[in-house]
């Protein structure tokens, strides 16, 4: 075999699927991580708005620490720490007859029953395992994010609206969910793609993690094989698989940029705002 | 052994001079305060080098992409959509292995494979991308009446970018390019975890806190060292970027020049 049948048949080898599906992998991670970091962010940002002052120190130091700290060194600790909160909880539950100290010297030993996952269990929990510490990192880091924007994006919201709302008779809950609410994402929308932009390409970070994601494949297929070991030999050609992922990345972007351009034009529809007048008097 | 004596064997750890073997067992604070401290020599180096070269990159990609004729137009928005469009992390790797082929063709290549000269080149082109569409920017928002004063008094050519346009599109830009240092520096700490390898251990600063971290099962004390290694050098970015804003903003009344807002950014 040689030319185009020799590499259609080499791209689509077992290794390849597990390839082609990291690549699901990658989009899962989005698909999960951007609303559970909408949702951390949007009770990071409530709870900085609270009028209680200790909640709202709470949120102000959530959205500052995890803003100040640098990029990747969160993500390292973050996974390990919470493995580790894990199995100590667990082990305090389960075993709350064992002596031993937890901490001995360089080791973190916890007993059998409280390992996370088990030490039993199958393969495929031990990789979703990991999956969920990997989003929940993300969500942790990128809702401090999302925070912050909306957190700006609730006192963009003119304060006549929350006035008139006011004057009609709503309580401050009512305000806030019927006005407030539905009128910050235009003022939060560019913030929040600069963030989702942020967030696709800090997905490859998720290698660091110990996930099996593209740029692991990417490595591992592209590396060179020998004849011995492999019905399809080449050299090293990491190269081009790395190629293939700037390319990938490079398009999905594109992709965001257009979505989230057509969104920002739907939601100034009606609003109060130069973007929205712009529309109406298009309209009239 | 005494604190002083780890700080002689480990404080230059990072650059190869001193004790040759890392600690293995037994680790003190002050070895992880050392050994973390001196592989931040390679995160300043890395960001400095980047920075100082990027920002005349950067000035050129943005009149590039401010310029009419596309054939300067039209590289210098790929160039810049293409850095900026991709994680920094795929980059990385990348160039790395960009370099291992090149090396076959020609020894000319072979530091390249290294870290200190392949990683730099790499960040040198992320910064001066990210740079440049911050300057093209501040650039569109030149004052008009500023661009007609200049004509007025007779400026034309290098004269006028020199002394009206590049001035006030560096202070535009500012504030911004700021934020684009320190998130820079942040940036730096990918380099050993992607590709480059760390010769003789001679790594960053999060190598080596990657390294206690993976020796002792204690994320809690390397980690947080790290972190605030970091905070100081942001520290340092901002007062002297805040010295150049102040240098840059001299001819303004005091409520008109721009403060830099800090909005670090996470991952490019």
């Known amino acids: 075999m040689s030319g185009l049948s020799w590499l259609s048949c080499y791209l689509t080898t077992g290794k390849h699927m597990s390839f082609y599906l990291s690549f699901g992998t990658v989009l899962m991670l989005l698909a999960i991580t951007a609303p559970v970091a909408l949702a951390f962010g949007f009770g990071g940002a409530m709870a900085a708005r609270s009028h209680f002052l200790p909640v709202s120190w709470i949120g102000k130091t959530y959205i500052a620490i995890v803003r100040g700290v640098p990029d990747i060194a969160f993500f390292l600790f973050f996974v390990i720490a919470f493995d580790q909160a894990i199995e100590w909880v667990r082990h305090k539950t389960l075993c709350p007859d064992w002596t031993d100290p937890i901490r001995q010297g360089n080791d973190f030993v916890v007993c059998d029953a409280a390992k996370a996952p088990l030490s039993t269990a199958a393969q495929w929990v031990h990789e979703v395992y990991g999956f969920s510490l990997a989003v929940f990192t993300f969500a942790i880091v990128f809702g401090a994010f999302a925070a912050n924007v909306l957190y700006g994006a609730m006192r963009a919201v003119p304060r006549a609206q929350m006035e008139t709302a006011e004057a009609y008779g709503m309580t401050h809950r009512q305000a806030f969910w019927r006005i407030l609410v539905p009128q910050m994402w235009v003022y939060a929308l560019p913030g929040l793609s600069n963030l989702w932009m942020v967030l696709i390409k800090a997905t490859p970070l998720l290698f660091l993690l110990g996930v099996e994601d593209i740029v692991y494949w990417a490595r591992e297929l592209g590396g060179s094989k020998t004849a011995k070991f492999t019905d399809y030999p080449h050299g090293d050609w990491r190269m081009w698989y790395f190629l293939a992922l700037l390319v990938f990345y490079l398009l999905f972007t594109k992709v965001s940029e257009v979505v989230l351009e057509r969104l920002m034009v739907r939601l100034s529809h009606g609003q109060a705002t130069q973007a929205g007048e712009k529309q109406r008097k298009a309209e009239a | ?268």
Not at chain 2, 130 to 147: C, H, T
Not at chain 2, 155 to 170: A, C, V
Not at chain 2, 182 to 209: C, E, N
Not at chain 2, 215 to 238: C, E, H, Q, R, W
């Open chain 2, 1 to 268: 052994m005494s604190c002083w004596i780890t700080i002689q064997d480990y404080a230059l750890r990072s650059v190869g001079i001193g004790e040759r073997l890392l600690p293995k067992e037994d680790f003190t604070l002050c070895q992880q305060f050392t050994l973390i401290g001196s592989g931040m020599i390679w995160n300043v180096y890395f960001g400095a080098v980047a920075l100082l070269a990027g920002f005349f990159l950067a000035t050129a990609l943005a009149l590039g992409k401010n310029a009419d004729n596309r054939l300067l137009r039209k590289p210098a928005e790929w160039f810049i959509f293409i850095f900026r469009g991709s994680p920094l992390f795929i980059q990385f790797f990348f160039a790395y292995f960009l370099f291992l082929s090149l090396k076959q063709v020609s020894p000319v290549f072979a530091p390249f494979t290294a870290a200190w000269l392949g990683a730099l080149v790499t960040l040198f082109f992320n910064t001066a991308a990210y740079s440049g569409e911050i300057f093209y920017g501040a650039l569109r928002s030149v004052p008009k009446g500023d661009l007609e004063a200049a004509d007025a008094y007779g400026f034309s050519g290098w004269k006028k970018f020199r002394k009206i346009t590049w001035p006030t599109m560096l202070r535009l830009a500012w504030p911004a390019y700021t934020n684009e240092a320190i998130f820079l520096f942040h940036a730096t700490t990918l380099v050993f975890f992607s590709g480059f390898p760390a010769w003789r251990q001679k790594g960053d600063a999060l190598y080596y806190a990657n390294y206690f971290a993976d020796k002792t099962f204690n994320p809690f004390i390397p980690y947080p060292i790290l972190a605030g290694y970091f905070v100081l050098l942001t520290l340092v970015i901002v007062s002297l970027y805040g010295l150049v804003n102040r240098r840059l903003n001299r001819h303004l009344p005091q409520g008109v020049r721009r403060k830099i807002r800090l909005r670090p950014n996470l991952i490019r």
